[in-house]
């Protein structure tokens, strides 16, 4: 189990047990060093993960004790007395110390292993290639032992083109799991229903309104979603809807990455009444080879030790190398390096890669001519 002591680590209760003797077999015989004996015991109950081990070095580090004693000439000495008293007391003290760990690790890792399956029930795994585009995607949780939070993403191949979702719900725990969860089933849904793509997004706003109003979360006042939605089809044809999200990056073989912001902007979902919902779509022709970043805030506002942002739009042509996979791997470790430390926010990361399906048989073509 990770964060757990190397079995070489077993014997040091051992050599503290011989150094505490050698000290006092070499020191002068009216100074008694036996008390120090009983973090024996305790070191034991710090290096192992076996209940009964701290008892077992209990009982050679009371033997010891008699040894020391006996050369000493203290076994009537009250020292004596109170330092077997000790080391009983830390011998029982580093077995229950060590049972009741066990158990917070066993219920540790039943939490975690709860939590991995809620997460790939509700952000499913990303397959490499979703109709036109290759895709990826990279997320990791702001709670330590937790691989889920109020981050979401989706990404469905439909009739309408591929489609894809990010957002982040406002909040943490078990209340933002629960109102994503709503979110991306009704993307689920909507992006095989609606040709278009703001319609999807009426869609999102009144399932979360309604979830809103059937899921009470005590403690908070405001509930609501950021997201943005993205659609291509099969010749290349782009369409974005945001509301209230950072806008996505686009990153095209000779050009500077460009931020595909809108001129208007939309507030988050939750934030209207869901028939007021009326985003505007940005529309763009996209090429082959051509990469879309969608993200969350996680990300651009992690700050280093002065306060600094990460600066994404400026980093990500760097790390824009291999395939999607490599490149979210190589900025989420980017943005750890510019952190220094774990990120404090959920941060996810969802890149398309347009790479028609009929490019590929091309290349496959090519291939064989150059080997033939």
Not at 318 to 327: I, L, Q, S
Request: proline share 6%.
């Amino acid at each position: 189990m990770p964060g757990t002591w190397p079995r070489t680590a077993l014997a040091l209760p051992y050599v503290g047990m011989l150094l505490v003797v050698g000290l006092d077999w070499f020191t002068n015989v009216e100074v008694t060093v036996e008390p120090a004996l009983t973090a024996v015991p305790a070191l034991a109950a710090v290096v192992s993960r076996r209940a009964w081990y701290p008892l077992l070095i209990g009982l050679y580090t009371e033997l010891a004790a008699f040894l020391m004693a006996w050369n000493n000439e203290v076994l009537d000495e009250s020292v004596h007395s109170a330092t077997v008293f000790a080391i009983a007391l830390v011998a029982g003290i580093g077995w229950v110390s060590v049972t009741l760990r066990l158990r917070q690790e066993r219920a540790l890792a039943d939490a975690q292993v709860v939590a991995e399956i809620a997460r790939r029930v509700l952000l499913r795994r990303v397959p490499d290639r979703v109709g036109s585009v290759r895709a990826a995607v990279h997320y990791a949780a702001a709670a330590e032992h937790a691989s889920i939070g109020g981050d979401l993403y989706e990404v469905v191949n439909t009739r309408h083109g591929v489609r894809a979702v990010v957002g982040d719900v406002r909040g943490k725990g078990l209340n933002a799991v629960e109102t994503a969860a709503a979110v991306l089933g009704a993307f689920r849904e909507a992006a095989h229903q609606e040709p278009e793509l703001a319609r999807v997004a009426g869609w999102l706003a009144v399932s979360l309104d309604r979830a809103l109003h059937e899921n009470d979360h005590p403690g908070v006042e405001e509930e609501f979603v950021t997201l943005v939605l993205i659609g291509v089809g099969p010749d290349g044809s782009a369409e974005i809807v945001n509301c209230g999200h950072p806008a996505p990056l686009l990153l095209r073989e000779g050009e500077p990455v460009r931020a595909l912001e809108l001129p208007e902007t939309v507030p988050p979902l939750g934030v209207l009444d869901p028939c007021e919902v009326r985003p505007p779509v940005q529309r763009l022709a996209v090429r082959a080879g051509d990469r879309i970043l969608l993200y969350t805030d996680g990300v651009i506002e992690a700050r280093d030790h002065r306060g600094v942002f990460y600066p994404l739009a400026e980093r990500f042509p760097h790390c824009a190398v291999g395939g999607p996979v490599d490149v979210l791997g190589r900025l989420h470790e980017d943005v750890v390096r510019h952190v220094g430390r774990r990120l404090g926010d959920d941060a996810a990361m969802l890149l398309l890669q347009y790479e028609p399906v009929h490019a590929v048989p091309h290349q496959l073509n090519e291939q064989v001519l150059a080997t033939g």
